[in-house]
């Protein structure tokens, strides 16, 4: 099947090298700046919740974190299902660079989770349908990297990842609408794109300035991964060579 010119013009792995080269370098300055100013924002300006009173400030690093779980696992999804169809090194090096930050994302909207549930619930952990769905969602990241490591052939493991994340991509809407499909403890969503947002103003900017720091780390570690995968994968080509040694 003929790659579409949208994907082709970044499909050659030198061309992706060379265009993105600089990026993570711009992304990560954007991003401590956006951190800097949501963390001053959350845990300076921002009052007292009326009534969770200073532990809501978790949210500032819980929800982010959550957002960028789901976020990376359709951008993992994303990636495997482009690499099935076109069978492109750069996808393959996405997806593979997706799974560890993902992991890590969830692992610690987990960890982040429970911190806020003790004074909130009384317990460290409940087995409600947001948290047993995120959970099912950071074994899918963890079978997925084990299927990468367990597999010798980076293509076969690239195409064995990817159906497991397209069958994995169900557990996504689960999540999101878990607590309005069912009886749960965890509360409703507060901020939406398409309605007026529950939240004060003075909670949400940093709340979306903190998310725009997630995303730009992302971006940045995410494009750092990919060139070295990409570097690791055409090893033996002329433009690596060119690329380590330094030469035009």
Known sequence: MRVPWFIA?????????????????WLGLLGALLLVAGLYGGLVLAGPDALQGEVYRIIYVHVPSAWM???AYVCLALFGLV????RTRVSLAAARACAPLGAAF????LLTGAIWGKPTWGAWWVWDARLSAELVL????LGYMALQTAVPDPRA???????????GLVNVPIIHFSVEWWS???????????ADSRIHISMLVPLLLMAGAFKCYFG???LMRMQAELLLLDRDRAWVLQQVSGTP
Not at 9 to 25: D, G, I, K, N, Q
Not at 106 to 109: I, K, S
């Open 138 to 141: 950071f074994f899918l990241y």
């Open 220 to 222: 940045a570690v995410l």
């Open 157 to 167: 493991a690239a195409r064995a990842g990817a159906v497991l994340a397209l069958v």
């Open 83 to 86: 690499g099935l169809v076109w």
């Open 106 to 109: 969830t692992l610690l909207a």
């Open 69 to 71: 779980s789901l976020f």
């Open 9 to 25: 013009r970044y499909a050659s792995a030198r061309e992706f090298y060379v265009l993105t080269e600089s990026w993570p370098l």
């Open 184 to 194: 749960t403890l965890h509360q409703g969503s507060t901020v939406s794109l398409f």
